[in-house]
């Protein structure tokens, strides 16, 4: 698969710290394969926005290859990774249909991310969702949009009430934007298509463990954020965890102690934790990972003991760093620079120096905090600056002009939502499955399985 | 649920038929539910492009309810109506988790529409997805990009070829459109985002059934058309059908014999077949329903000795009329009127006219065939006025400029397709499967079926 006459670099994962290391090395005298489980560039800030059905996931998931098809000197590979072998300098892959795949490296670059939490409960993720993936959004905007749906066709008040109740868990930046958008959704978007319902009777609750919204954000943001969720009808509930999930309900304790919430929709962004190749890293060279099963990394991104071996983004602990996109974006850089600068013959190697660009979150439409630089803004200046720096970023101008447009609809159509289909948990709970176990694509591999499908089908 | 103080209209179905008669039924002293499985109103003629990674589903399907939002005497509703009873004017439901909904009608509107039909082949629909709901269109996507992705892992040369072969069985609108989309994929949008494959090697056959493709148009639109798709590197069959498949085949039989053809995407896009409601109807007048399981009306779109209860669309088969979006929306805003004079006091009912709005159809970008009012269009033109025509029957300014815009850059940037996520089959599968089985949306209705659902999240 692999010739052995150039130097073969192998990226594990196409997100933010993988994307812009092959990037970063398009002058590399070297073949550079990117491994990915899913076909696309998920711009993951903006998942949110796909979730409240704002966006559709294609302007900001690219097909990875298309971002990638002018670099000649890339290509890149739909199948999930398994085994990180630095003895023999082997990555072993699958591919969508379950084929072994072996990709020998010259250099190693190691940016899979991280995956959501539920601090030992992973069975909650059967009650509350998170957002990490194109899917998981999807999934996301199904149980919100249904519950909605499901308050319509109910009769019984108590029930209705249930529907009606969304908890969001977790005040960092995707709870707060999210929570915004279930509060925009049932007081300005959703009220006149319903009959049976009043939707802005929505009960929308927002907890955080931490005693603040929006924790490694400046005082005065968080102030501002809280004033402004609570004019938006939203519930916060600080200092705050849940300790018990159900179908129906979550059973939160709280410093008015402990209170089980009826609540049909249970949305989950509080914690996070490094894909499990980061322990993989880590045993093979005899370390720990941290807390967040994060491994440690040397100041230019190499892992300790191989300098071949680079790790990036949310799955290595570096500095401390906040697991956004800017710090995966300026280590993949980095990684990809270092890596070309010494294929031309030049070890020096500068440590890695991250250059805080700022924070930023949206709090509902119109209304963002912005604290970069030192210059903090608020409300609609911070949303226009939140809106310029996304887009800014975003891949592609026809993904930028698209996005724009469809916020603009959003804004001038009265708080239109364009992309509210909803699908079935059945599936979207496979696709999670299917992702989590990582088989990943490739539908048309076993046609439905076959006869199984086949006899499925039938039922049509 | 039903206030029985106004007339009650009850319709089956928010597609092109329901969605006008509805519509139709503003001025209407009554009070009008539509009831569909969806919460959208899909628009179908435009859904190869979704199949095609063209356009976001979002811009032709957008939410029912929001589409009847400022209609104040309507109400949609999400649930499969799976009974009616004529003689106790009843129509009997499900809601998405199951729960039985009933609701009583003065006068009934069915427009259930149409499913795809595999000739008593059902075990087919395993091998050979059909295009008709959103589902559909995201599966068929899925198999047509997981091929190329398949073909760019594949080293046995034979299996590469499978990958790269692909079957578009039946060549009326539906199939010419798709076949066209693949062949400009493999021709002129993929070519540069692949590696190991030339994607210009792809194999791309066009079976029919009939002895010309389009077999609906003018023979003079059937040659061009046929010129253009072989012009376009598509292999047409004619006088041929399938006659057994499985995982990786398919075997045709024509003028020259029989032949199994190694390929891993088929598409049928071949046969029809009336939704089940429509057999409810027949039988419950003692009248039999024709080969494609269609219900025979009065001229007036009313069942004989029903004149409360309408059918419109695919479903019935009054004037032999084509299974296309203008008889239904013409049966459907005509029915409304209907209903509109008769509780206006006014019995004097003109029979159902069908006017010819003509036919069209898109070969590939900057080509299409039309024919209208005896003007016969090809190439550019036909596709300007395809693009407009279509565009103006886009629900919304907000998806016509949408869809203007996804378009003019696809055509500007390089055959760009900006919708190109791939799912899982097992995912979609069970979408189609659920659907099929018509268990409808409400995702958070049964959060991943509580302990299993966790089980299965366990893993991630």
Not at 430 to 435: G, S
Request: with cysteine; net charge neutral; charged share 25%.
């Amino acid at each position: 698969m692999t010739g052995d006459r150039r130097h073969q670099v192998v990226v594990v994962g196409g997100g933010f710290g993988g994307l812009n290391a092959v990037r970063a090395l398009a002058e590399a005298d070297a073949e550079v394969t990117v491994v990915d489980r899913t076909n696309h560039h998920l711009f993951q800030p903006l998942l949110y926005q796909v979730a409240a059905g704002i966006l559709p996931p294609g302007l900001i998931a690219p097909a990875l290859r298309s971002v990638l098809k002018e670099q000649r000197n890339s290509r890149a590979l739909l199948a999930d990774v398994h085994e990180l072998d630095l003895a023999n300098r082997l990555v072993r892959a699958q591919g969508p249909d379950g084929r072994p795949l072996e990709l020998r490296y010259d250099s190693l670059v190691v940016a899979a991310g991280a995956t959501h939490s539920y601090f030992g409960h992973d069975e909650w993720a059967a009650f509350a969702p998170g957002m990490k993936t194109v899917e998981d959004a999807r999934l996301v905007r199904d149980h919100i949009l249904s519950a909605f749906e499901m308050a319509e066709l109910a009769t019984d008040p108590r029930e209705r009430a249930e529907w009606l109740t969304f908890v969001v868990i977790g005040a960092g930046p995707t709870g707060v934007e999210l929570v915004g958008q279930v509060a925009e959704l049932a007081h300005d978007v959703l009220p006149r298509d319903y009959r049976s319902v009043d939707t802005t009777e929505a009960r929308i609750l927002l907890l955080e463990g931490a005693t603040a919204v929006l924790p490694p954000f400046h005082p005065r943001l968080r102030r501002w954020t809280h004033r402004r969720l609570e004019q938006m009808g939203v519930q916060i509930r600080l200092d705050t965890m849940a300790v018990a999930m159900d179908d129906e309900s979550v059973t939160v304790r709280g410093p008015a102690g402990e209170e089980t919430i009826r609540a049909r929709t249970r949305i989950w962004a509080a914690g996070v934790r490094a894909s499990p190749l980061a322990r993989m890293l880590a045993e093979q060279v005899d370390t720990e990972t941290d807390r967040a099963g994060r491994v440690a990394v040397n100041p230019d991104c190499t892992l300790p003991g191989h300098p071949e071996v680079f790790a990036v983004g949310d799955m290595v602990s570096l500095h401390e760093l906040p697991g956004v996109a800017q710090p995966a974006i300026q280590e993949g850089k980095y990684v990809g620079r270092v890596i070309t600068a010494r294929l031309a013959g030049d070890e020096r190697v500068e440590p890695f120096r991250y250059v805080d660009r700022g924070s930023m979150a949206t709090i509902g439409y119109r209304a963002a905090v912005a604290d970069a630089f030192g210059v903090r803004v608020t409300g609609w200046v911070g949303y226009l600056a939140w809106a310029f720096i996304h887009v800014l970023y975003l891949i592609g101008w026809g993904n930028r002009l698209g996005t724009l447009y469809t916020w603009a609809r959003a804004l001038v159509f009265s708080n239109n939502r364009g992309h509210r289909i909803i699908t079935f948990e059945e599936a979207t709970d496979q696709c999670l499955h299917a992702q989590r176990a990582g088989q990943r694509a490739a539908p048309s591999l076993r046609p439905a399985g076959g006869a199984a499908g086949a006899a499925r089908r039938q039922k049509g």
